[in-house]
Nanobody
Framework: QVQLVESGGGLAQPGGSLTLSCLAS????????MIWYRRPEGKGRDLVAA??????????LYSDSAKGRFTISRDDNKNTMYLQITNLNHEDTAVYYC??????????????????WGQGTQVTVSS
């Protein structure tokens, strides 16, 4: 059974930093592109960052809003993916989710192949 467990969210001040974690199980973690999404309250879920497999060079991809402040990484030995967010601002307030996909010509494709989402982790940026 595929499971995705996000953690590391919380209340942070503007300008602060957080590191989110995604612990995955039930599938060969190292064989899949891993993806972070976020959903601000009342809005849709958007991709913010992705990291492909070591076999695909470990390439990363960031949304325009994530470039420069977000760093995605993975530890295949721990079946865990991370998202470091620095210089937090109010627009980063959202529930953050992780999921799985494939890498196609430098982009993410065939997202959510296991039709499974975790509970997400809430990030709230407030002074």
């Amino acid at each position: 059974q595929v499971q995705l467990v996000e953690s590391g969210g919380g209340l942070a001040q503007p300008g602060g930093s957080l590191t989110l974690s995604c612990l995955a199980s039930g599938f060969p973690f190292s064989a899949y592109t891993m993806i972070w999404y976020r959903r601000p309250e009342g809005k849709g879920r958007d991709l913010v960052a992705a990291v492909t497999t070591r076999g695909n060079g470990g390439d990363t991809l960031y949304s325009d809003s994530a470039k420069g402040r977000f760093t995605i990484s993975r530890d295949d030995n721990k079946n865990t993916m991370y998202l470091q967010i620095t210089n937090l601002n109010h627009e980063d307030t959202a529930v953050y989710y992780c999921n799985v996909g494939y890498w196609c010509n430098g982009n993410v494709c065939f997202e959510d192949p296991f039709s499974t989402w975790g509970q997400g982790t809430q990030v709230t940026v407030s002074s």
